[in-house]
């Protein structure tokens, strides 16, 4: 970017953001679906998209190209998140690779665009026997209680229980197949 | 991890609430990456609130301008969202909104600094629906330019919805129309043909006329 030395006109540079605004504004509706995607709830997303920026921001280059600042925030990302497992529970539950979630930040964000969740969580329960995959759909994507689940599928809260763990069982194993 | 913990640490995760902490083994990661992957997919839930990033734009703001007089202090963890914040948030958003346009139409070096519009210069209400239900807020800020900014959380709805100002002599000024997805939406625009301090309140309504939600000025 360069500047009109004091005059009215300047050239800006497309493909540099120029401030520390743009570079949030263009960027924190994409950073948060990613962290979100990482977590799967709110409170989580939000601190850790604000420690991202909050870590980030300050020791900028401003000039850098938005593809090496969209680059920056994402290995800060990855950093951030594997604290968070470090520190909440002592194992890399999720992880951010920088080579394949750069996609989160470059491409358009839509506020109805999804993210690649629902696609792998269709795979996953597309490979599930029917009542496995019937009570991981009552329980994280139709939002019911474990005791609502159980009175869909007219079976004891005890049975829903235990037919949730297997069935959650059965869906990390095809989960790990798809990814390989 | 005991099988009672796991259960309670899944419940966390399907209800979308933080999880732990506690100590995991990789068996037992595996399957709250799984129980994470499914529950991220629940529709209309992966996109952050208004209240939020207008809530961070402004801790950066405080951050990043006195950041040459003092060390960036750390991120406070899981800070109250109320209204009044989102608010003053949303004065401060697009109030550095307005700085970056003053920055690049006058190729002014150095960073951008979001200014708070002060005192009686800013005018705030709340959107109620005709039961009282709080559905958003509003803030006006009499300056050059003057501008109104809103937000809003309509349940269930995404569509078009239509401002109007109601002005203190009876008359009413239609505002603009912005886009609601997913139940949200905000707008702001700078407002000439009527004086802040004139404005009584403002109606939100949907295209074919239906009454939305209305706020009033406080002060």
Redesign the interface.
């Known amino acids: 970017m360069a500047n009109g030395g004091g005059h009215n006109l300047h050239v800006v540079d497309d493909d540099v953001y120029g401030d520390w605004e743009t570079v949030y504004r263009d960027n924190v509706d994409r950073l948060y679906r990613l962290m979100y995607a990482r977590v799967g709830n709110r409170p989580d997303a939000e601190d850790l998209t604000s420690e991202v920026f909050s870590t980030a921001l300050p020791p900028m280059r401003l000039s850098a190209s938005k593809g090496e600042v969209r680059s920056y925030l994402l290995m800060t990302a990855k950093t951030v998140l594997a604290s968070h497992w470090r520190r909440r529970i002592g194992q890399p539950v999720t992880t951010i690779d920088p080579g394949t979630d750069i996609g989160y930040l470059t491409e358009p964000s839509e506020r109805e665009q999804p993210s690649d969740a629902p696609r792998m969580a269709g795979k996953i329960l597309d490979g599930l026997p029917e009542r496995y995959r019937r009570i991981l759909e009552l329980r994280f994507l139709e939002a019911c209680s474990i005791k609502e689940a159980a009175h869909t599928m007219q079976i004891s809260v005890s049975n829903a229980k235990v037919l949730q763990h297997r069935a959650l069982r059965m869906a990390a194993n095809l989960a790990l197949e798809l990814e390989q | 991890m005991s099988?009672r913990r796991?259960?309670a640490v899944?419940?966390a995760?399907?209800?979308?609430?933080?999880?732990?902490?506690?100590?995991?083994?990789?068996d037992?990661?595996?399957?709250?990456?799984?129980?994470?992957?499914?529950?991220?997919?629940?529709?209309g839930?992966?996109?952050?609130?208004t209240a939020?990033?207008v809530g961070?734009?402004q801790?950066?703001s405080e951050?990043?301008n006195g950041?040459e007089a003092r060390r960036?202090e750390?991120?406070p963890?899981?800070r109250r969202r109320t209204a009044l914040v989102a608010v003053a948030a949303a004065a401060m958003l697009v109030a550095?909104?307005a700085?970056?346009t003053e920055?690049?139409?006058?190729?002014a070096?150095g960073?951008?600094a979001?200014r708070a519009p002060q005192g009686s210069e800013v005018r705030t209400g709340t959107f109620q629906t005709s039961n009282g239900k709080v559905l958003g807020q509003i803030v006006a800020y009499r300056g050059r330019p003057s501008w109104v900014f809103m937000n809003v959380d309509v349940p269930n709805y995404s569509g078009p919805i239509k401002c109007m100002l109601q002005v203190d002599n009876g008359s009413t000024v239609a505002f603009g129309v912005f886009a609601v997805?997913?139940g949200?939406g905000q707008f702001s625009k700078t407002i000439g043909s009527v004086d802040v301090s004139d404005l009584r309140g403002a109606v939100l309504a949907t295209p074919t006329g239906s009454a939305v939600a209305e706020a009033t000025f406080a002060g």
Do not use: K
Request: aromatic fraction near 4%.
């Open positions: 099988a796991l259960s899944i419940d995760i399907a209800a979308g609430r933080p999880p732990g902490p506690f100590r995991a083994d990789a037992d990661a595996e399957l709250l990456r799984t129980a994470i992957q499914l529950r991220a997919a629940r529709p839930e992966s996109g952050p609130t939020f990033t961070l734009f801790r950066l951050q990043l950041r960036p750390p991120m963890v899981r550095g909104t700085a970056v920055t690049v139409n006058h190729a070096t960073r951008s979001a997805r997913n949200i």
